[in-house]
């Protein structure tokens, strides 16, 4: 089936739909998903009282971002390669295996900048 050609508004408007719908799936079917968001509702108002300057609270508020745009990209990978079947490949282990170090980095990156930022505050 090929693909639709929408242009101008419909293409927004279909895009924004196709966003929802995966943050919801994400949401619904995703335990590692549900609990990184916990993580950004908790953390951003933190993030908000402790930066100084607007940079420091887009890197504090950016840093929780990416680690759920890193999940949702590791649940994509995980998805297409469950597509496959239930058996077990090399291929798609070490797949699976690079999105999870990835979302391993994303938080290790929070935990960096956080650090930095608190560091900065209150020593």
Same mark, same amino acid.
């Given at each position: ?8 508004? @419909?293409?927004?408007?279909?895009? +924004?739909?196709?966003?929802? %719908? ?23 108002? =933190? @993030?908000?009282? %402790? ?13 929780? %971002? ?10 994509? =990978?995980?998805?297409? @390669? ?6 077990? +490949? +090399? ?15 994303? %938080?290790?990156? =929070?935990? +960096? ?11």
């Amino acid at each position: 089936m090929p693909k639709p050609d929408r242009k101008g508004i @419909a293409r927004i408007v279909y895009a +924004t739909r196709y966003s929802w %719908l995966g943050l919801k799936s994400a949401f619904f079917k995703e335990a590692a998903f549900r609990q990184e968001l916990l993580l950004v509702v908790v953390l951003t108002p =933190v @993030a908000v009282w %402790l930066g100084r300057t607007g940079m420091e609270r887009a890197l504090l508020i950016g840093s929780l %971002l990416l680690v759920l745009i890193v999940e949702l990209l590791n649940s994509a =990978v995980e998805a297409v @390669a469950d597509r496959f079947g239930d058996e077990w +490949t +090399t291929l798609c282990g070490r797949a699976k295996d690079m999105g999870s170090a990835a979302v391993f980095i994303a %938080l290790v990156n =929070v935990a +960096t900048v956080w650090l930095l930022v608190l560091w900065e505050r209150f020593i």
